[in-house]
């Protein structure tokens, strides 16, 4: 737990739970409770007894998982929104990180059972520029969107380096294991893409400014996060078509490669057709080396059937490469 309250003081930054009321009550300033690895049950207490949240508001962020959605209360916004980690591995973009926001007048909530990178760069840089602070909760709550959509992006960049990646070793080398790499790119920017969608949506309510919390001013904030997720959501749905493209040169190249070895095969067997022709003829028994065809055994019909032999395969093959079958 940490908070950070802006007053006519300047900016209280070891805040105690006792100090909230009093910040609350203040017309003008800007309280920013951050609740992180706290139990369930603390935070609903500080929910109930310090800001009287809704009941079902409460549970919406602490019981139930919800995709990235907005509810109105009135004197306060609630807000579902997701993060990602963009340091995780890239082949299992399967979990988003939920963070649950109140946005009031003087004052906002963040509550995220798991460590999130774009609430920690913000609070370092209110820290650092108090003069983010004095700009209001809504101000505050854009810096955190738009840094979730900077985490976005990152991760964007690598799937973007990875499909490149794949491509590269599609044309150089399709082995079996690449295989399972598109897949899992595949998979990962379609669950990014899942992830990106509904927030982009929520953004879009803040940007049209149909709550009485967000004035006409701060609309612009909210578009501008809005146009980098309906970005980001573009681009994933060119890497995706990317990915598509690289699964259908990969299975293009395989075939060709067994073509190539079908007719390889193919070739040697019809070399070797007329050999096996020949030497199964000359096998049969009824040569009798005793009989009246002792003439063929003599060397002559040997060293004739071996020039035979080999001019029969080679002459097969330049006839063949005349005919561009090879």
């Not at 049950?41 to 959605?69: M, N, W």
């Not at 609070?123 to 602070?133: S, V």
């Not at 044309?171 to 893409?193: G, H, P, T, W």
């Amino acid at each position: 737990m940490r908070i950070l309250i802006m007053n006519k003081q300047g900016v209280l930054q070891n805040a105690q739970l006792d100090d909230i009321q009093a910040a609350l009550n203040q017309k003008e300033g800007l309280l920013w409770l951050d609740l992180n690895h706290e139990t369930a049950q603390t935070c609903r207490t500080i929910f109930e007894e310090k800001f009287g949240f809704h009941p079902l508001s409460i549970d919406d962020a602490l019981v139930e998982t919800h995709i990235p959605k907005i509810d109105d209360w009135s004197d306060y916004l609630y807000l579902a929104l997701a993060g990602v980690n963009p340091e995780q591995p890239l082949e299992d973009i399967n979990k988003s990180i939920e963070l649950d926001i109140f946005l009031g007048r003087n004052y906002v909530v963040t509550y995220h059972p798991e460590t999130i990178g774009a609430i920690d760069v913000v609070w370092r840089n209110c820290q650092r520029d108090t003069r983010l602070l004095q700009r209001g909760g809504n101000f505050l709550l854009y810096q955190i969107t738009d840094e979730l959509a900077n985490e976005y992006m990152q991760m964007i960049d690598r799937l973007d380096e990875k499909v490149e990646e794949i491509e590269d070793q599609v044309m150089e080398k399709a082995e079996a294991s690449l295989l399972q790499s598109i897949f899992d790119i595949k998979r990962s920017l379609l669950n990014l893409r899942r992830i990106v969608s509904p927030q982009r949506e929520v953004l879009n309510k803040l940007s049209r400014g149909d709550f009485e919390v967000i004035s006409q001013k701060e609309r612009m904030y909210y578009r501008d996060v809005y146009d980098h997720l309906v970005r980001v959501q573009d681009i994933t749905e060119n890497l995706r078509d990317l990915v598509s493209g690289a699964l259908e040169t990969y299975l293009s190249v395989v075939n060709n490669r067994l073509n190539a070895i079908m007719k390889t095969l193919t070739i040697i067997t019809t070399l070797f057709m007329p050999l096996s022709f020949i030497t199964g003829f000359f096998g049969m028994n009824f040569f009798e080396p005793l009989g009246t065809l002792r003439a063929w055994t003599s060397f002559l019909p040997f060293w004739i059937t071996l020039t035979v032999l080999l001019a029969l395969p080679l002459g097969m093959y330049l006839w063949m490469r005349k005919r561009d079958w090879m």
